[in-house]
């Protein structure tokens, strides 16, 4: 049986659906914590900031999904879906990675002719 990796279309609507799930469950939380809409409540968000952190989330997911997608890192509707739902913390780590790795390239100094480095010593 082969397995056929999905495409950034089809990836980016799992991805959606995964980040939409997220949404919905964060919100319906904070209606319950609130006992009301949480926009109304002193030190809540108002209505444009929540709708605003709602359509960045919904688009990381997506495009976090959609890219896997189109590198044909998907294979299925759950990958992507969990790519949605986990967006922010694949990106966090991701740039935690990148920072850990970086490297000054000004402190690089060039060997000079007939030099070896320590890890070359035989």
Known sequence: MSVVAMGALEAAA???LGGFIVEALEYS???RRTKGW???RRGEP???PSLVAIALRLSASAGLAAAAGAGGQVA???GALALGI???LVVEKILQQA????VDVGAAQPL???EREASDAP
């Open 14 to 16: 799992w991805g959606l």
């Open 29 to 31: 939380a904070a209606i």
């Open 38 to 40: 949480p926009w109304r």
């Open 46 to 48: 108002g209505l444009g």
């Open 76 to 78: 299925g509707a759950f």
């Open 86 to 88: 986990t967006a922010p």
């Open 99 to 102: 920072a850990t790795r970086s």
């Open 112 to 114: 000079a002719a007939g």
